[in-house]
């Protein structure tokens, strides 16, 4: 069994960052694809962004050129730096390892 814990949520004004951050029990981030979804008010989740065991990245559209995937294996941490942040990022964000594990997601809120 394997726990993720997030971290780094919070309200952010629009165009402000922030940096979240998923820590697992275990050293396994090195092993398998590992990424971000998020699940805004009244709407499904969906998948924001990952990065696999050889740090290819892939990013869903409306974010990209905003947000940055990255990890440390040694750390067995996961990170997602987001800048020019939206409204419309608004949701409560999760990390995955494998599709097969989650945590329990961290509110992130864009509002002026």
């Known amino acids: 069994q394997v726990q993720l814990v997030e971290s780094g949520g919070g309200l952010v004004q629009p165009g402000g960052s922030l940096r979240l951050s998923c820590r697992a029990s275990?050293?396994?981030?090195?092993?398998?694809?590992v990424g971000w979804y998020r699940r805004a008010p009244g709407k499904q989740r969906e998948p924001v962004a990952d990065?696999?065991?050889?740090?290819?990245?892939n990013y869903t559209d409306s974010v990209k050129g905003r947000f940055t995937i990255s990890k440390d294996n040694a750390k067995n941490t996961l990170f997602l730096q987001m800048n020019s942040l939206k409204s419309e990022d608004t949701a409560v964000y999760y990390c995955?390892?494998?599709?097969?594990?989650w945590g329990q997601g961290t509110q992130v809120t864009v509002s002026s």
């Open positions: 275990k050293d396994i981030f090195r092993l398998y694809t």
């Open positions: 990065i696999s065991n050889t740090m290819r990245t």
């Open positions: 995955h390892l494998n599709w097969q594990y």
